[in-house]
């Protein structure tokens, strides 16, 4: 008969599983907030790190602008993944980054419908008129904010403006209407015209016209579990993540870039 005030072995041992498993319990799911335009790459990373640590990562996807508003909104989460430094740095000012590591470069191209290919060659046919131009909206996606300095620094935006005629707010979404033909052409996401080559003729913008946005990814000082979620933005800054983002037409950033 056990003394009182002793468990038998096996209750011992059972307490002692359930303390261990407990904490672990709390580190199964991550909420992550990343750019529409991420969401191949991010999503295959995922897939690997679920697999490797038997952690679920809840991703919210959409335009770097909206992603923002809903953290704010929500003021909590364990990891941000924008298109661009602009928001990592927003949240840094805030004190709400607890590490950040740049992963790749998110550049643009402009694309052009397949039936319009032999009509915009350059950039300058986009002033043409008649010519429906699709570019990102500035405040909801960093894609938006680079084709506005693109369009200044060609000396033709009063130009070109005129034929803007949608404004998307997500990289996605505005792939899609050039893809779909709803526009003739779109400053779109790099990566996105690589996946696509039978959709799209690609026109060359001058590297001197716009700086690549650099994709990061931000550790939150909100996370539940720190050690989680920087252990998956090690994933997706490691060389195996950055196969992945090679697959999807991302250039990663020079390691001493970081």
């Known amino acids: 008969m ?33 750019g529409a335009g991420l969401r191949q790459p991010v999503s ?15 991703i919210e996807f959409g335009g770097s602008g909206q992603i923002m508003a809903r953290y704010a909104e929500a ?21 709400l980054v607890r590490s950040t590591r740049l992963l790749v470069e998110h550049g643009p191209v402009l694309a052009v419908t397949k039936a319009k290919a032999g009509e915009i060659t350059t950039f300058a046919d986009l002033a043409k008129p008649g010519v429906r131009l699709g570019l990102g909206d500035p405040e909801a996606m960093a894609l938006g ?44 996401a790099a990566s996105d015209a690589a996946m696509n080559p039978d959709k799209v003729a690609i026109v060359a913008i001058p590297k001197e016209w716009y700086t690549a946005e650099i994709v990061p990814v931000v550790v939150l000082t909100t ?3 720190p050690e989680a979620a920087e252990a998956f933005a090690e994933k997706l800054a490691s060389d195996e993540g950055r196969a992945v983002w090679e697959r999807f037409g991302f250039t990663p950033v020079a390691r001493d870039a970081e």
Request: glycine share 8%; aromatic share 6%; hydrophobic share 55%.
């Open 145 to 188: 904010r680079t084709a506005e300095d693109i369009l200044k620094a060609s000396g033709m935006a009063k130009q070109i403006l005129p034929n803007v005629a949608v404004r998307a707010a997500t990289v996605k979404q505005l792939a899609l209407y050039v893809f779909d033909g709803d526009v003739d052409a779109a400053i779109i």
């Open 2 to 34: 056990a003394k009182r005030g002793f468990l038998p072995g096996a209750a011992l041992v059972l307490v002692l599983v359930l303390a261990l498993v407990a904490p672990r319990a709390m580190a199964d799911e991550l909420h992550v907030y990343a």
């Open 223 to 225: 996370a539940k579990e």
């Open 75 to 95: 003021g909590e989460g364990d990891v941000f993944v924008p298109g661009s430094t602009f928001y990592s740095d927003k949240l840094a000012e805030k004190g």
């Open 44 to 58: 295959a990373i995922a897939d690997l790190f679920k697999a490797e640590t038997g952690t679920d990562v809840v």
